[in-house]
């Protein structure tokens, strides 16, 4: 297990993990920003990619469970990314549609960007946006990242718009002192 959160747990994915995976990839509304569904072999070769992410770098896109049922609803994670010249890296989310509009994306990726401030020597996490995508922005704001630039990427034979949202380790801390301490004996 990499984390735990009030609902959820997070681990990495294995090949168990095949269909439900499937079940995210395939949809063409979940996969808007991608511009368009994944068909068998793509999604086989997001999972390859995963699991060398976690082999090479100790951290990647995790699987989001729902602990309550077992049911893996998500993945949510740190990978690395570039943004034009710069490597960054960049907490993702993505979740299967029956499971949007719960709160599960902020609840893991604020886990994610925790675990990322705590356990990498980065001074900012981004999470890279598509220009259409505003359920990934709100997701971001909620994260406390800001706009930092627009840059644009070229995927699957369109050129596509992005927004790089970030939020600084010095903001990350000040958000976690503002957090007002559980009074005691509560
Ligand atoms: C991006 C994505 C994960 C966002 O999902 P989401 O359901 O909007 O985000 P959350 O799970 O955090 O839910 C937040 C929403 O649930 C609502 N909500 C309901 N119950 C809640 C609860 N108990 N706690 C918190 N929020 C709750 C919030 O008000 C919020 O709704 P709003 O944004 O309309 O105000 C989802 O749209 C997705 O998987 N998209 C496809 C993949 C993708 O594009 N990924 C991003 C690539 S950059």
Known sequence: MILSTGRLDLREMTDADLPALRAILHDPVAMIAYEGAFDDAESLA???RMQERYADDGFGLWAVVLRETGEMIGQCGITRQRIDQDEVIEVGYL???????RGYAVEAASACRDWAFRELPIDELYAKVRSTNVASMNVAIRLGTT???TFTTHYRGVDMPHLAFAV???AWSRGRRSVPEEPAGS
């Open 95 to 101: 979740f299967a549609r029956a499971h949007w509009h």
């Open 46 to 48: 997001w999972l390859r």
């Open 168 to 170: 600084s380790r010095e």
């Open 147 to 149: 706009v930092r630039r």
